[in-house]
Each structure stands twice: as C-alpha cells, then as structure tokens.
C-alpha cells in the first residue's frame, strides 16, 4: 500500500485527542508524557494509564521504532478496502517505549519483517487530516 | 435477613465535575470520578481487582470495562458491562456483591457515567475515540486482531501454519461426528494449507465463519440440581484474568489473561491440567487454540504447536479439544457451544464423540485479542 487516499474511514480529533492529531498537520508524532511518573503513553488519554496523574504534556517522538508483529490483509475484511488490499496492519514498538497500531507503507507486504527498522511518514486523507504511517527506515550502521 | 445482610459496604466515592457542554469526552468523567472514588478511600489503584461499567452510550465500544481498565492501568480478576440503562448504577452494586460473595475480586470499582450534550459529533462509522486510532489504519475485523498476536507466536516459537492447520483438521473431524454441527465433511491438512490466505498468516480454514445458532444453560444450587430430570454437571472451578481490550496496551500478545484466568479456575477447583480430561477452547481463529493450551497449562508456553500435532487433540488423543466440532466448524455463537458440549460430555451423552469415561472438562472464553478471558471447569462430580 502506498499512501493512496481517500480511507474509507477518517479520525475525528476530541478533547482528549486534538493536540494528536493537530500536530499530526504538522507532520510532527506526539505522545503524552505523565507529569508525575515519566511515563510516556499512547493512544491519548485523559489520565496516566500507570499512576492515574491528569497532568501530562505532549512530546514530540522520534518517530522510530520496529515492527513488533504485523498482518498482511490480502482480502478486504471491511467495505471500502478493496482497493487497498494486500496492506499490511502493523504494531510499531516506538523507541519511546509504546506501542503504535499502523501501516507499514512504501514497501512490499512480503517484504515486510518483525523488528524491521520502520520511521512515520505522514498520508494526507483528506485537507484536514493527516495520518502517521510508517516506512522502513534506513540504519545506519555504527563503524 | 439473609447471610449477606452487612456483609459489604461502599467504602470510596467519586463525582466527576458536571454541567451542560463541558466539552469532554465520556472517558475523561469516568477517569475522573475514578480518580475521586480511590483517592476518597484512601487505596492505591492496585486494591481493586473488580471493575464493572455501563457501555457509554454516546461513545459505545466493545469490552467497554476491559478498556477502562486499560486506561486505569489496571488487570482485574473479574470485569462485566452492566448495560441495563437507568438501572445499571444499582445493579452494579448487586453485581458487586455478587462478584466479592463467590470470591472472584476483593475490590469493585463501579463506574458509569456519559456525556449527554456533546460538542463534537462522530463520523464515518466511528464511534469512540479509540476507534480513531485503530479503524483508519484499516484495523477491521477479527482476522486482524488475532492475526496480530497470531504472527508474534510464530515468531518467537516458531509456530507454524502447518500446526495451526491440525487444529483446523482436528475440530472438523469432531464435527463431523456431531449431528448438531454446520460444517461436517472432514478436512485434510493439505486441505488446510491449500485454502487462500485471506489475513496472513490466516488461511480461510484458521478463521472461524459466520454461523447461526444459539445455546442457553440454566445454572441453580447442587441440592435443587438433585431433584431435576438430568444429571448435574457440576462447577468446579470459575476464574477470570483480563490485561488488554486495546491492542497497544498489551502488556504480551502470547501470555497472560488466558495463564491468570485457568490459574484461578484451577485454584478454586483444586485441580490442575493433568485433572483434565477433555477441553473446550474458544478457536476464533485455530491459533488461539494453540496459545489456550499453553497457558492452560497443557504444555510449556511456545510448544502448543507441537502439542496440536499426530492427533493430539483429536478424539482418542491425549487431550481431545473441541469436541462438538468447536466454532471453526460446529457454529460460532461466541463460544457459548463450548458450555453446552462440555456439560454434554460430562453427562456421558455424545455419542459419537463421546470422550470414553470423561470426568471433567475445561472451557476457555476469551476476547479482545486474547486480553480477556474467563475460565470454566466442570465436572461429572462434585468432588
């Protein structure tokens, strides 16, 4: 799958998730990080999902990870797929130590591994919108 | 006065604030007024093993307690959606009652509560915030979600399609011995392994398909079951363990609700895995009977593969699993064919696939991408 458009199904930003998907627009990846115990969390919430803390604020990620485990969709499982099909359902281990349901994209579904290197790229859905997606990511090897 | 009177009490309280077009969401007042309740009674989250909730009905999800319990951080040994409208706050302390009177948690959290005046209105389908972050990346539909933990099982045991496929076989051939079953002709692993990938790693035969059907039990006291017309099938053993409703919480795609669920069952039974003499698995998809056996305890985690292989599970094997034919070919029904074959199996009343001198049975039930799941041992025998 590359980054065709439009998806047959669009988020709706909420109170909770505006600064996500606004900073999105932005091509920036944010996650929340608790104010009280450090730790980062995804998908947005109101409250720390670890200590319960409604104070947080919006990090910027790196935007890298790995593939930790991934489903090539061969055959369209909802309407308005068809024309995606084969793309690949991804769970990306950020580097920030959260996990991050996506597409793997700009590559060929057999070719894609677990633990394969991946970076967010940005889908333009429809003007208003904009969604995270991932791509293989060049590493550089230390000399 | 019944032995109940006095015996449990309310011992936090929490009010999210409230008004007209707050502009919140559902779950920030639920969060909220959770937050008060445990800071109220002056425990750490971790007290509360039970959690119980209304289903939002402006931001509806599936396994909506389970999902507030992710974002509470919290694994609770039993969870239940009230959805009884009007009536769910107070039968939500019934259910409380219940819950901590059979022994099943210590602590019951309670929460319901919903925005009424919304400032924002859903799109396309969606109808929760989470949904945001899971339906545009084309997250839709079973085989997705089991595939997801599915592959993570092939990578780190190396689980193969082949071993998913004797499962595939296995309950085929069980259904084809049971006169109430929807898909009866036998299949061969090659069979299997011809079938199209459709979510790979699914082929069409590991996916359980849309069936029919209904099933229904009716469960009273052992002393009134002595005077009814068939033989009881005892409760032995009843246990819950839930981590995840949402994929990126989990806090393993291979282990645990299902390992927490059976080690209570088996606790409270007295039994344990070599006890067992025929399981009904919940197989969504032939993988999750793979991943059930093993944290069942009927082999070490990562050799579920091999234990489904050579007839295993087959009847006349050493553990016959699935013995009506399960949902990959008897009828889906969520599972609740698994109850009512177990119960026929401990009557002595299968016919044909009857499990010669079977004493007790285990039934496994799960959901949310194998984050949810509750555990039955029945028995011939009240021991």
């Not at chain 2, 302390?93 to 019951?108: D, K, P, R």
Request: proline fraction near 6%; hydrophobic fraction near 40%.
């Amino acid at each position: 799958m590359s980054d065709r458009v439009p998806r047959p199904v669009v988020p709706l930003a909420n109170p909770d998730t505006q600064p996500f998907w606004d900073a999105c627009l932005r091509g920036e990846l944010l996650l929340q990080r608790c104010s009280a115990c450090r730790a980062y969390f995804h998908p947005p919430s109101p409250s720390c999902p670890t200590c319960l803390s409604d104070q947080y604020e919006w990090v910027r990620a790196s935007g890298n990870g790995t593939v930790y485990t991934f489903v090539i969709v061969r055959e369209a499982l909802a309407r308005g797929w068809e024309q995606f099909v084969p793309f690949v359902v991804a769970v990306i281990d950020l580097d920030e130590g959260v996990k991050f349901l996506s597409n793997v994209v700009n590559v060929a579904p057999d070719a894609v591994a677990i633990g394969m290197p991946v970076e967010v790229t940005f889908a333009e859905l429809d003007g208003t919108t904009k969604l995270p997606l991932f791509q293989p990511r060049t590493v550089e090897v230390p000399q | 006065m019944n032995g109940l009177s006095g015996r449990y009490a309310i011992v936090g309280v929490g009010e999210s604030a409230v008004g007209r077009k707050l502009g919140r969401t559902e779950i920030s007042l639920q969060l909220e007024a959770a937050r008060r309740a445990f800071a109220d009674a002056g425990v750490a989250k971790s007290a509360v093993d039970g959690l119980l909730a209304r289903p939002s009905h402006s931001a509806p999800q599936f396994n909506y307690s389970a999902s507030l319990a992710g974002q509470l951080g919290l694994q609770p040994t039993y969870i239940a959606d009230i959805a009884l409208s009007g009536a769910s706050s107070a039968a939500m302390i019934m259910a409380a009652v219940a819950a901590l009177e059979a022994g099943f948690c210590t602590s019951v959290l309670c929460v319901n509560g919903d925005v009424q005046t919304a400032t924002y209105k859903r799109r396309g389908g969606l109808t929760n915030w989470i949904e945001d972050f899971e339906k545009p990346f084309g997250y839709s539909g079973a085989p997705v979600t089991y595939g997801l933990p599915a592959r993570r099982h092939m990578y780190e045991y190396g689980t193969t399609s082949e071993q998913f496929g004797a499962v595939a076989v296995a309950c085929r051939k069980h259904a084809s011995l049971n006169p109430n079953a929807t898909y009866r002709e036998p299949i061969s692993l090659a069979d299997h392994q011809a079938s199209r990938m459709v979510a790979d790693p699914f082929r069409l035969l590991d996916i359980c398909p849309r069936t029919d059907g209904a099933g229904a039990v009716i469960v009273t006291s052992a002393e009134r079951a002595r005077d009814l017309a068939q033989p009881p099938v005892y409760l032995l053993g009843l246990g819950q363990f839930n981590t995840h409703a949402d994929v990126q919480y989990a806090p393993s795609m291979t282990t645990i609700a299902m390992r927490g669920a059976s080690e209570r069952a088996y606790a409270m039974a007295g039994l344990g895995p070599k006890d067992i003499d025929v399981a009904e698995l919940y197989d969504c998809f032939t993988s999750v009977v793979i991943a059930t056996l093993e944290d069942y305890g009927f082999c070490k985690k990562g050799e579920g593969g091999a234990f489904v292989e050579n007839g295993r599970i087959e009847l006349g094997g050493e553990l016959p699993v699935n013995t009506g034919g399960g949902m990959l070919s008897q009828v889906h029904s969520s599972g609740f064919f698994h109850i009512t074959e177990a119960a026929t199996q401990m009557r002595g009343m299968a016919g044909a696939r009857q499990v010669a001198g079977a004493q007790t049975a285990i039934v496994s039930g799960q959901c949310g991408s194998l984050g949810i799941n509750a555990c039955l041992i029945l028995g011939k025998h009240a021991r």
